[in-house]
């Protein structure tokens, strides 16, 4: 009798990277291949038009079907492909003006547009928008804004359950942004390094409370680069407190953790001291998170910087300064699409997409 055989130990491919243009060349697809990448983010530069997109996305696949292809994909200001056919979607905040009018009007709204959202992506060939957004406006950031669905925690939490229905139903999971928070903190992450000095029990009673709710929704979660001195003294990606005890241990959140662009200026700094990307990246996946974002960096000499990520992220298994995970690869690929996407074609025909741009407020 044949015994059956054990099936490989799962690796973990935790970075997720860019490419350099609207084709892939050589060095991309050379990273593509290298085992420790997991996923690629797209941005505005890499679309000229439907097709192509479609046949980058395709030519992403056939290096490594296994990849996962992402986007910032909102609405309003954060919307990276907004031609040939794709839907001008509007801004979180626009829902939640609709919500002060009439709340089950909102939630329909929301759903709509979730599902226009991914269904559109998908079928281009993008598996996950890092949508939506969780954080609370309180009116003073600047790099979140519009961008946030409303100041009470229970609106924010319900018209992201509604954006998350409408993802999910076109087959596309969703990423919840930025754990625990980033509408407070003035400074943009980008730049400079965002504190928020409240203490933990009011973090957990206001900006945190939208991922306690959707802790049995939420598919995916992107934290913030911002410092809460009050509980850890590291920004919340580099925190096991925040990521450990708090989100997965308190909130009982099991899907997957994103860091935010760790090519960010204010994403690096660590009491006082300048990170690499790799020692970034290694901090971040020892902390608690399952996949690490490096962006825009195939353009900044020759993609040097991602290619010294994934030598060094290589290497510190080897020094034993971080571990591959197998759970976190297992929650990578349940981020995949479970289903065939509708083609364009197929999508301007199909009566729900239909409905839901009648729904966008």
């Given at each position: 009798m044949?015994?059956?055989?054990t ?5 973990h ?13 050589k060095?991309?697809?050379r990273r ?22 479609t ?11 296994d ?19 794709f ?6 905040r ?14 329909d ?5 979730g599902?226009?959202?991914a269904a ?16 609370l406006?309180?009116?003073?950031s ?20 509604s954006?998350a229905?409408g993802m999910?139903?076109a087959g ?10 980033h ?21 957990l009673?206001?900006d ?6 959707l802790?049995?929704t ?15 003294p ?8 925040w ?16 860091t ?21 990246a290694?901090?971040a996946l ?17 993609g ?7 030598q ?12 591959p995970?197998?759970?976190s690869e297992l929650?990578?690929l349940a ?9 364009w ?14 729904r966008?407020?």
């Amino acid at each position: 009798m044949k015994l059956p055989q054990t099936p490989p130990p799962l690796h973990h491919a935790p970075v997720v990277l860019d490419i350099a243009g609207t084709k892939l060349g050589k060095d991309d697809r050379r990273r593509l291949k290298h085992p420790l990448t997991g996923g690629v983010v797209l941005f505005a530069r890499h679309f000229e038009s439907r097709l192509q997109l479609t046949e980058l996305t395709a030519a992403i696949k056939t290096q490594r079907p296994d990849v996962l292809v992402c986007v910032d994909h909102e609405g309003g200001r954060v919307q990276r492909f907004r031609t040939d056919g794709f839907t001008a979607l509007p801004a979180m905040r626009t829902l939640g003006a609709l919500w002060m009018r009439d709340a089950m009007a909102a939630t329909d709204a929301a759903s709509a547009l979730g599902y226009v959202l991914a269904a559109e992506l998908r079928a281009c060939g993008v598996d996950l928008s890092f949508a939506p957004v969780l954080d609370l406006d309180h009116g003073g950031s600047s790099v979140i804004g519009e961008r946030a669905f409303h100041r009470d925690p229970r609106v924010v939490a319900l018209l992201a359950k509604s954006v998350a229905h409408g993802m999910l139903r076109a087959g596309m999971a969703h990423c919840g942004k930025h754990f625990p928070g980033h509408g407070y903190a003035t400074a943009d992450s980008h730049v400079a390094v965002p504190v928020d000095k409240r203490s933990l029990k009011v973090l957990l009673a206001d900006d945190a409370r939208p991922y306690e709710w959707l802790s049995a929704t939420l598919t995916a979660v992107m934290t913030a680069h911002v410092v809460y001195p009050k509980v850890d003294p590291r920004p919340a990606t580099y925190s096991e407190r925040w990521l450990k005890e708090v989100l997965r241990g308190r909130l009982g959140y099991t899907g997957a953790v994103f860091t935010d662009d760790l090519s960010m200026e204010g994403a690096r700094w660590l009491q006082g001291s300048l990170l690499t990307a790799p020692e970034a990246a290694m901090l971040a996946l020892n902390a608690g998170c399952d996949l690490v974002l490096l962006c825009n960096q195939s353009l900044v000499e020759g993609g040097a910087g991602i290619d010294q990520l994934l030598q060094e992220l290589s290497e510190g298994i080897e020094q034993g300064r971080w571990q591959p995970d197998p759970d976190s690869e297992l929650r990578r690929l349940a981020l995949l699409p479970q289903s065939p996407p509708l083609d364009w074609d197929g999508l301007m025909h199909d009566a729900v997409y239909q409905r839901a741009l009648e729904r966008l407020p």
